[in-house]
């Protein structure tokens, strides 16, 4: 088995706490001690862009994450205990939400048949239309009876879709120190809530 050799080092003027390679491109994405998220090119480790903490998204990242595709990164700040969904393209927050204790992990995962416990869901999905009506399009631009927001716009199209992304179904998997999981399909919905997780030590 050949060995790991040296190809390259950088030195960064902030100590690096987090880093997570896309599984799609040539991009790493790190989280530094200033709670600034960055991303850089590995060929030449050329910055593409960095988030600076603010007071909206935080300062402590305890977690990153890309979506399967490769077009999304999630991180978790601790402070403020709030999950940021980022675009890969332009260092602006797509989506965000609060969680009610500090995260200190992420997964973010293609739900497939052969690896996934949801197979029986995943399944379902095709059969829905055999007992099921078809849903009518929403118009492009509708509000509801309230006239309190708006559902669907246009404008925010190409946001939602982007969102969505291309895979079938991906989630988002989140843990944190107090022995609790969640999960998030699409990274926005929640859809389990797992408490009492024991930690388990690793054996070296």
């Given at each position: ?14 100590e ?50 890309w ?7 999630a ?19 797509l ?26 869901f ?37 946001e ?33 809530t ?11």
């Amino acid at each position: 088995m050949p060995a790991f050799r040296q190809v390259g080092e950088k030195q960064l003027p902030q100590e690096v706490v987090f880093m997570a390679w896309s599984p799609k491109r040539d991009l790493i994405a790190l989280a530094n001690r200033a709670g600034e998220v960055l991303l850089h090119r590995l060929a030449n480790f050329q910055r593409v862009w960095s988030l600076p903490p603010n007071e909206n998204t935080g300062k402590e990242v305890t977690a990153l994450a890309w979506r399967p595709d490769g077009k999304i990164l999630a991180f978790g700040l601790t402070d403020t205990k709030r999950i940021i969904l980022c675009d890969v393209e332009k260092p602006e927050s797509l989506h965000s939400f609060s969680v009610d204790s500090s995260i200190t992990y992420m997964h973010w995962m293609e739900v497939t048949e052969e690896s996934s416990v949801l197979t029986s869901f995943y399944n379902a999905e095709d059969e829905s239309n055999l007992l099921l009506p078809k849903l009518p399009a929403l118009p492009k631009n509708y509000i509801n009876p309230n006239h309190t927001f708006c559902i669907f716009s246009e404008e925010k199209s190409d946001e939602i879709m982007k969102l969505l992304g291309d895979v079938r179904l991906n989630a988002l998997v989140l843990g944190g120190s107090c022995g609790f999981i969640e999960i998030y399909a699409y990274g926005m919905f929640k859809i389990a809530t797992v408490t009492g997780v024991r930690s388990i030590p690793f054996l070296i």
